[in-house]
């Protein structure tokens, strides 16, 4: 009976939390990991696609069916694997009728889709050279490839070139604002250009942040967050002007960065060694990790749905209100 009575107040508890609002929430709650882990290893990306969770790795791709409560793999479709007889599905992105992927491939990597009737993906042979990065905003999908920054026309099916030569290949995504349209637009040479989609100009307002390629582009408060190869940046005035964020200047300092996400309005940051938050004085990241293994957990990227997601080399996990 004690038993039955504590796990009621431990849910009591958690939904309690998530009514009190994001800040409780996040304050009294802790990783859960899913107790089927996916059929795939270095677990990429994470997407909700009409109410079903998918997952993308090494390994291809991967839909939870709930009635079976398994993993069942969906790589029916998907090009032959560059390395270990495995694909390799970096980029999950629902839009409209459509899920699309992005695939490391033997040679550029690969663009595909399916929809709800589709038993399989199809390529998408017109699609722009080389697809790094896709974006939905505003109702639209962008995607970011060697060739600059598209996006889908669903009148003609096809992907509409929007930006002039960035000079590299397009890594990273993200809206300016929210009060406009316009694009922040990372690259593989560490660039940061600002882009009107509609004008289709762009202007390149960081020439190089760090001379490495930017994994991630995250607007927050004044700011935009970037994370390149090893280092997380702070940059202002439409990141003209940024600065590595460093431990000795009073940041509570996580290792490696390798996503970034906003949930229930806080700015979150994947790393080598686990989550973060960053706090409301907009100067200390306050570890996340309560529910995580003793030991470092390596996550390789956060999704933020109704949910918060981190997908780690092998395990997903997910945010619950309460302890």
């Avoid at 600065?243 to 200047?249: L, V």
């Avoid at 100067?283 to 470092?296: A, D, I, M, N, V």
């Amino acid at each position: 009976m004690s038993l039955c009575i504590g796990s009621v107040v431990q849910e009591t508890i958690g939904q309690l939390a998530a009514l009190a609002g994001p800040a409780a929430c996040v304050a009294a709650g802790h990783w859960s990991k899913l107790k089927t882990n996916p059929p795939l290893i270095l677990l990429r990306t994470v997407a909700r696609w009409h109410g079903a969770l998918w997952v993308g790795g090494l390994g291809g791709a991967a839909q939870w069916q709930p009635a079976a409560q398994a993993w069942k793999k969906q790589n029916d479709g998907l090009l032959p694997p560059q390395w270990s007889n495995q694909p390799f599905v970096t980029t999950l992105v629902p839009h409209g009728d459509h899920l699309w992927l992005i695939q490391v491939s033997a040679g550029p990597n690969a663009l595909l889709r399916r929809s709800d009737n589709d038993l399989s993906w199809t390529g998408m042979p017109d699609a722009p050279t080389n697809a790094r990065t896709l974006l939905t905003s505003a109702g639209h999908c962008f995607l970011g490839s060697a060739e600059g920054v598209a996006q889908w026309d669903d009148a003609s099916d096809l992907w509409a070139p929007i930006s002039p030569p960035l000079e590299a290949t397009v890594t990273a995504l993200a809206p300016a604002d929210e009060s406009s349209d316009d694009l922040f637009v990372g690259t593989a040479a560490g660039a940061i250009w600002l882009l009107d989609p509609w004008a289709q100009v762009a202007w390149n307002v960081n020439a190089s942040v760090d001379g490495t390629a930017i994994r991630a582009l995250q607007p927050y408060g004044d700011y935009q967050y970037v994370a390149t190869a090893d280092t997380l940046h702070r940059c202002w005035n439409f990141a003209s002007s940024c600065e590595p964020i460093d431990p000795a200047a009073g940041f509570g300092f996580p290792e490696i960065p390798t996503a970034l996400a906003v949930w229930k309005g806080q700015l979150f940051l994947g790393a080598s060694d686990g989550v973060y938050r960053l706090d409301a004085d907009e100067e200390t990241w306050q570890p996340l990790q309560s529910g995580f293994p003793s030991h470092p957990v390596i996550v390789q990227t956060l999704t933020a749905t109704s949910r918060l997601y981190a997908a780690t080399e092998h395990s997903l996990w997910r945010w619950r209100c309460g302890k």
